[in-house]
């Protein structure tokens, strides 16, 4: 099992956390979940609690995002009543996962910001601990030589970021000639194309690149998620911006963040590096086309420097919260799926606009 080298120093921060993963968001649960819940052994005010909130879903209500077992002092109720056993699989297991495919890696999402905070205190390149599976077949150890180039690739810091995303993108491209069958000789082949010089420019006006940004963002400021508020004053800003025909005012916020966090680059690419390993890219599981995983990846990366930059976070703690509930849109919602079907959408041809998006700010 291999694991991120940060995650033997994870603590839940519990009542200290600001958005905690209790708050914000809808938790499915399993027949298993609900039969567990219906028959803990709950007091009198914790079973109407339970039997308040509980459907075939989730616990927490689209009025108040909030689970009703969440006590004021931010710990649970139910773990404080009835220990952990009869606590829903999500919540026990949260922040982290498990991926047997295709091998056994154990990780955690950056939609907990002590998991953000862990990256950002030790400023090395990602790295992981513990013992690889040996796979036989090709496919797999295709996957697995494929991740292990994109981690690299995304933590080459003789590269600036915007260069190592297009160095990715190149490497995709590259491979998606493999076909299904990505095999060890596939991903040399395509890592070896990339020896080339990097250019950073890009041939697209901003109309085009805000429109395509408007995209992928309007429906997360339409939603109900963690998201929401900060999406919709992206939108507005992008909006503001696409009718004055200027990007001054976009550029001033982004020259702001750039100056208040210089070490925006290690961090964005902590978080980069992890978003790779959480959602075992180039391997998803939901997206038929190797070129869908990329421009997930690439759209991510695009929204945290848009949203960083226009959002002008005052403190780290502030930079930390805006990560977490990307991350909560990207690796917990459908975000990475809207940011795909918008790829699809300009036909795919090329990642030019995409690409543009990235290196907007």
Known sequence: MLEPNYLSDFRCKARKCRTSCCTGWKI??????????????????????????????????????????LDTDGLCSLRKECGLDPMPEPCKAFPLTERAFPENVRTATAACERIVELLWED????????????????????????????????SNRLWSLDQRMKALLGFVEELS????????????????????????????????????????ILPLASGKGSVHNDADTVLRSLVEAEISNSTT??????????????????WFEK???NHILYTGFPYSGRFADLKLEAASLVSFYALMKLFSGILKPQSIDDLVDIIVRLSRAFEHGNADLVSARCFSSIGMQDYGLLYAAAVFL
């Open 177 to 216: 000639k493999a076909g299904a069958c990505i095999s060890p000789a596939a991903v040399r082949c395509a890592a070896n194309a990339l020896q080339v010089p990097l250019k950073t420019t890009v041939s697209f006006c901003s109309q085009d690149v805000i429109g395509f940004l408007k995209m992928i």
């Open 28 to 69: 499915r649960l399993s027949s298993n979940d609900i039969s567990m819940l219906s028959n803990c052994d709950a007091g009198p005010d914790l079973r109407r609690r339970i039997e308040k909130g509980i459907d075939l879903y989730g616990f927490i209500t689209e009025d108040s995002r909030r689970c009703p077992l």
């Open 123 to 154: 400023e090395n390149p990602l790295s992981l601990n513990g013992s690889p599976d040996k796979p036989e077949k090709p496919t797999e150890k295709g996957l697995i030589s494929a991740r292990k180039t994109a981690l690299a690739l995304i």
């Open 271 to 273: 978080i980069l590096a």
């Open 249 to 266: 005012d976009l550029k001033i916020r982004s020259t702001f963040f750039s100056e208040r966090f210089p070490k925006r680059e290690i």
